[in-house]
């Protein structure tokens, strides 16, 4: 198993908080980290998870991918697509000194079936202008085992909210959203590449308040973009629509 360097490590959790009982459940969760493997190539993973209800999915409601083609070169390897709901695990708050922990353990195996839990582990031989994979050789079976550990550390944070009033044939409707960042750690392995993190990242938290419905956020590409850098954050958002293909 080859070691890695970490550079970024971001959570984001989603939480729905009823206005009437002044509670919260959590219905979204996302992961995400930077890291650089022995070669120099830098790597990112991200695993996101929505609770069915309130939202509504296929055949899981938990998202990955991961790809060493942050820097598009012509042999680099990347994967996307659906895992079990249950592989990922744990849950976060707003609280800035508490230790919260999430943890992700799935085999990366290809599967292409229709019916089945859709992942895809790829070999990109070509790239377009906008860093598109336009040729790739598909790696059949098992690519590797991804497991990380995330948890929260008290160095910094940044927190914001956003107040929402909806109006539609005369009803009235009201969200808040907060969108905070922690600082984090973490450590595991990425299919192959042991990511080990002792006190370096960040954390996100994103909670949102609706009087009527929970209210869609962004994909995590576009809400963790002041926390990325350009191609971090642009490979992320070609693995999320490559996953909603």
């Known amino acids: 198993m080859h070691k890695a360097t970490l550079f970024v490590v971001i959570l984001l959790a989603a939480n ?5 009982t002044n509670t919260a459940t959590t219905v979204a ?7 650089t493997a022995p070669d120099g190539t830098l790597g990112t993973f991200f ?5 069915s209800p309130p939202f509504f999915c296929d055949l899981s409601c938990t998202e990955l991918g991961y ?5 598009p070169v012509p042999g680099c390897r990347e994967g996307f697509g659906h895992a079990p709901d249950g592989t990922l695990t744990g849950s976060l708050t707003g ?6 922990k999430v943890a992700f353990q799935y085999e990366a195996v290809t599967n292409i ?15 377009d202008q906008y860093a598109n994979c336009i040729d ?9 085992l991804i497991q990380l550990n995330f948890s929260k550390i008290p160095v910094w944070a940044f927190l914001t909210t956003n107040n929402q009033k909806y109006i539609f044939n005369g009803a009235i409707s009201t969200a808040t959203a907060f969108d905070d960042l922690f600082s984090a750690k973490a450590f595991g392995s990425v299919v192959g590449e042991t990511v080990n993190s002792p006190g370096g990242g960040q954390v996100g938290f994103e909670a949102t308040s609706s009087s009527t419905r929970p209210q869609g956020g962004p994909a995590a590409s576009e809400f963790l973009r002041p926390q990325l850098t350009e191609a971090v ?6 693995l999320e629509l490559r996953i909603m293909k």
């Open 113 to 127: 079936g229709e019916s089945d839990l859709r992942f895809l582990n790829v070999v990109c031989n070509a790239f």
């Open 136 to 144: 790739e050789t598909v790696i059949p079976g098992d690519a590797g």
């Open 233 to 238: 954050r642009r490979r992320i958002e070609l």
């Open 95 to 100: 609280n800035y000194l508490r230790h919260d």
């Open 29 to 35: 969760t996302c992961a995400e980290v930077t890291f």
């Open 16 to 20: 729905l908080m009823a206005q009437t």
């Open 67 to 71: 790809s060493f083609c942050v820097i």
């Open 47 to 51: 695993v996101s998870h929505v609770s």
